[in-house]
Nanobody, 133 residues
């Protein structure tokens, strides 16, 4: 079981930025796929950004060019830099690592080709990002 502890988040105005961090127990270097998800009130949890073991990244269209996912292998930490924030980016954000767990989300193509399905079952506790217009 992998434990993920998040920090960061907060409240900003539209156009501002936030940086989320996720400290991971275990060797982040060996994890094939990690990601950030978000969930707004009344909506499904959606994957936002993913990074594979080699550092290759993948983003949903609505955040491309604004969000940047990265990882620090030496410190076992995953990051999400969110720039030019919009009110529609407001949500609870969760970091995630592949594996089983009480709650899993399957994301095709998260860290590979579209037919490759990654099962995310290890979750951070969540952190809120509020963006005012």
């Amino acid at each position: 079981q992998v434990h993920l502890v998040q920090s960061g988040g907060g409240a900003v105005q539209a156009g501002g930025f936030l940086r989320l961090s996720c400290a991971v127990s275990g060797n982040i270097y060996s994890m094939d796929c990690m990601g950030w998800f978000r969930q707004a009130p009344g909506k499904e949890r959606e994957g936002v950004a993913f990074i594979n073991a080699d550092g290759r990244t993948n983003y949903i269209d609505s955040v491309k060019g604004r969000f940047h996912i990265s990882k620090d292998n030496a410190n076992n930490t995953l990051y999400l830099q969110m720039n030019s924030l919009k009110p529609e980016d407001a949500a609870f954000y969760y970091c995630a690592a592949e594996g089983g767990g009480a709650r899993v989300l399957v994301v095709p193509g998260a860290c590979g080709n579209s037919w490759q399905r990654t099962v995310f079952g290890n979750w951070g506790q969540g952190t809120q990002a509020t963006v005012s217009s």
